[in-house]
Every structure is written in structure tokens, then in C-alpha cells.
């Protein structure tokens, strides 16, 4: 079982950054792939970012290349998604997740309650 925290949200201006970071406890991060997903007001929950288990390998949605970077730290336990220059089209509810691939909301076993990023113009 694994227990999955996210911190890190709150409200920052266009342009701006936020950092999230994943907090995991139960069974070792490094037997998990990693990604972050967002769903916002009225849409369907999206992939955001992913990293494999040992973190050699990451992917990104489209709308986020270039402005958000995922890393893992698996000694710590915790997952970080740095996100810059934001927009307001990135406002939504982030989550952190954790599966046997890094891409496929289908793949993840486990969730966070996740964290709202707001992003004003």
C-alpha cells in the first residue's frame, strides 16, 4: 500500500512558478513509475507529467513541454513537479500517482487527494 501527500498549490500569477512536491509512505517509491495528472473545473483529468522507477526516463502532455519538469528523489520518498511560467489555462486540481507505468491514468494503482494550482491572468 502506498500513501500518496501533495503540497505545494495555491494561487500565483501568469507567468509565475509553483513547485509541488509528492510526499509517498508505505511501500518504496522505486518500486513505483510516477506521474502527475490535473483535472479542471468541468474537464476530464489529464496527464501532466510522468518518470519511470528509477527516474531515467520522463514524458510530459503537450500543453506543459518546455514549462514544467518532473524529478524524483527516491532516497526521500517524494516526487516534485516544477512548473514555470504559468498560465491560466494550467488552473486545475493536481495529482500526484503512482503505477506500473508513468503515462497511463489506466496504470496507476494509487492517488493523492491532490493539490489546486490557481493561475490568474
Known amino acids: 500500500q502506498v500513501q500518496l501527500v501533495e503540497s505545494g498549490g495555491g494561487l500565483v500569477q501568469a507567468g509565475g512558478s509553483l513547485r509541488l512536491s509528492c510526499a509517498a509512505s508505505?511501500?518504496?517509491?522505486?518500486?513505483?513509475?510516477m506521474g502527475w495528472f490535473r483535472q479542471a473545473p468541468g474537464k476530464e483529468r489529464e496527464f501532466v507529467a510522468g518518470i519511470s522507477r528509477g527516474g531515467d526516463n520522463t514524458y510530459y502532455g503537450d500543453s506543459v513541454k518546455g514549462r514544467f519538469f518532473i524529478s524524483r528523489v527516491n532516497a526521500k520518498n517524494t516526487v516534485t513537479l516544477q512548473m514555470n511560467s504559468l498560465k491560466p489555462a494550467d488552473t486545475a486540481v493536481y495529482y500526484c500517482?503512482?503505477?506500473?507505468?508513468?503515462?497511463?491514468?489506466?496504470?496507476?494503482?494509487?492517488w493523492g487527494k491532490g493539490t489546486l494550482v490557481t493561475v490568474s491572468s
Open positions: 500517482a503512482a503505477g506500473f507505468e508513468a503515462r497511463a491514468e489506466s496504470a496507476m494503482d494509487y
Open positions: 508505505g511501500r518504496i517509491l522505486t518500486t513505483y513509475a
